[in-house]
C-alpha cells in the first residue's frame, strides 16, 4: 500500500528527477483513507469528554447537597462546629472555582491532538494545585461530615480518572495523520505565496525588458543627433568654451600669484589696522583675491600697500624678508591690476556669448540618468525577489522530505489505518 502512495505522489518525471507532489491527489487519499484512524480517535475522546461532562454535572449536585449540610452532632462544641462549617464552605469555594474552571476549558473547540494534550495538562495540573490547596479543609470538614463530602470527592476522583484516560488514548496515528495534513496545508500556503513572487519576478522582468528597450531607441536616437550639423556646432562651441576657461583660470591664477607674494606682510599689517573698511578691505584679499578685486573698482588695495611699503621702511613692523616683500608689493601696479582684470573680463563675455550661442541651438537633450537610475532600482529589486524565490523553494523542498518521512510514519502502522 504505502508503494503505491508514493508511486502516486511521488512520482518521477523523465531523468529520474522527483516530480511536483500531487497535493489535490494526497489530500484525497488522506481524507479517503484515514478518515477511520481519525474517526476512532476523535470517537473515543468523545465518549471520554461525556464522561468528564457528566461528572462535573453529578459533581455540582453533589456539591449544593454539600452547601446544604448543617452540623448537629452532639460530640461538636459550638467552637469546634464552626470550625468545621467553616473549612466546608472553604471546601465548597476551592470545588466551585475547579469546577467553573473545567466547564471553562471543556467550552473550548478541539480540533487537534495537540490540543487535547493541553486540555489534559491543564486539568491535571489544575487538580494537583485543587488538592493542594483544598487538602486542610478537607480534612478538618470530613471530622463530622461523612458523605456529602464522600460523594463530592467521588466526582472529583472520577475527573481525574477520566482525564488520566484520555491522557492513556493512543495519540500516536492521529497525531502523524494530522502532521501529514498540517505539512501539506503549509505547501499549499508557500506554493500560493511562491506564485505570488514568481509574479513579481515576471512582472519586473518584463519591465526591465522595457526600460532596455528604452535605452536601446534613445541611443539609437542620439547617434542620429550626433550625425547633425547641430551637433557639430555644439562640440566646437563646447571646446571653445573650455579653451576660453583654462585662458581665464591662468589669468586668475596670475593675479592670485601677486597676491600671494605679499600675503604675509600683509597679515602683519591688517591684524595693526584699526580702520574698520581698510580692515575689512585686506582681509577679503587675503580670503580670495581675485572676488574681491572684481569688488574693488576703485582699486583702494593700491593705497593700502603703499601704506604697509612706507610703514616697512620706517621699520614700524619687521619681516625677514623684507626686500622681497618690498620688490613683490613693486610688481603690484595700477595697470597690471587693470590690464588683468580687462582681460577676465573679455573672457567672462566671451564665455557668456558661446553659451547664449549653445543654448540657442535646437538639440534634444536625451535624459539617460533617469532610465538608468529606475534600471538599476529595479536590479536590486529583482536580486532581492530571486533569493526570496529559492529560499522559499528550499523550504518547500524541505517540506517535501517532511512529508515522506511523515508518510513513512503512517506506513509502519498502515494495517491499523488502512
Not at 28 to 34: A, F, P, V, Y
Not at 90 to 112: A, G, I, M, N, T
Not at 115 to 121: G, R, V
Not at 158 to 170: T, Y
Request: net charge positive.
Amino acid at each position: 500500500m504505502i508503494k503505491k502512495i508514493f508511486d502516486l505522489f511521488f512520482r518521477k518525471k523523465d531523468g529520474g528527477k522527483k516530480a511536483e507532489i500531487a497535493l489535490s491527489e494526497l489530500k484525497g487519499w488522506l481524507d479517503e483513507n484515514t478518515k477511520d484512524a481519525l474517526d476512532c480517535f476523535w470517537s473515543e475522546v468523545s465518549v471520554k469528554l461525556k464522561e468528564m461532562d457528566n461528572a462535573i454535572c453529578e459533581t455540582e449536585e453533589n456539591l449544593e447537597k454539600l452547601q446544604k449540610v448543617g452540623l448537629f452532632d452532639k460530640r461538636a462544641n459550638e467552637k469546634a462546629r464552626a470550625v468545621v462549617l467553616s473549612n466546608k464552605d472553604s471546601y465548597v469555594e476551592h470545588v466551585k472555582k475547579l469546577l467553573d474552571f473545567l466547564k471553562k476549558e471543556k467550552k473550548k473547540r478541539f480540533e487537534s491532538v495537540g490540543s487535547i494534550k493541553k486540555f489534559e495538562l491543564l486539568v491535571l495540573a489544575e487538580l494537583d494545585l485543587f488538592s493542594k490547596r483544598s487538602l486542610r479543609n478537607f480534612h478538618i470538614a470530613s471530622e463530622f461530615i461523612g458523605k456529602e463530602l464522600e460523594d463530592v470527592l467521588w466526582g472529583l476522583k472520577k475527573m481525574n480518572n477520566v482525564v488520566n484516560e484520555i491522557k492513556g488514548i493512543d495519540k500516536s496515528k492521529a497525531e502523524s495523520i494530522e502532521k501529514v495534513y498540517e505539512e501539506v496545508n503549509q505547501i499549499e500556503k508557500e506554493r500560493c505565496y511562491l506564485r505570488q513572487v514568481k509574479e513579481e519576478e515576471r512582472k519586473i522582468l518584463e519591465k526591465i525588458k522595457a526600460l532596455s528597450k528604452e535605452l536601446e531607441e534613445l541611443k539609437k536616437r542620439e547617434e542620429e543627433i550626433k550625425k547633425s550639423s547641430e551637433w557639430s556646432k555644439k562640440e566646437q562651441l563646447d571646446k571653445e568654451i573650455s579653451a576660453i576657461l583654462e585662458k581665464r583660470r591662468k589669468c586668475e591664477e596670475k593675479l592670485r600669484g601677486l597676491f600671494l607674494s605679499v600675503e604675509k606682510g600683509v597679515k602683519k599689517f591688517v591684524w595693526r589696522e584699526e580702520e574698520k573698511n581698510t580692515k575689512n578691505l585686506l582681509l577679503k584679499y587675503l580670503d580670495n583675491p581675485v572676488s574681491a578685486l572684481k569688488e574693488d573698482k576703485e582699486l583702494k588695495i593700491l593705497l593700502c600697500l603703499k601704506t604697509i611699503k612706507k610703514e616697512i621702511k620706517e621699520g614700524k613692523f619687521e619681516d625677514k624678508r623684507k626686500e622681497q616683500l618690498l620688490g613683490a608689493m613693486e610688481e603690484i601696479t595700477k595697470e597690471k591690476l587693470v590690464e588683468l582684470l580687462e582681460k577676465d573680463r573679455k573672457l567672462e563675455e566671451e564665455i557668456k556669448q558661446s553659451k547664449k550661442e549653445l543654448l540657442s541651438l535646437d538639440i534634444k537633450e536625451i535624459n539617460f540618468e533617469s532610465i538608468y537610475g529606475k534600471k538599476i532600482g529595479l536590479e536590486d529589486e529583482l536580486k532581492m525577489i530571486k533569493k526570496r524565490k529559492d529560499r522559499m523553494e528550499k523550504e518547500i523542498g524541505e517540506r517535501k522530505a517532511k512529508i515522506e518521512e511523515l508518510i513513512r510514519g503512517i506506513g509502519k502502522v498502515a494495517e491499523v489505518i488502512l
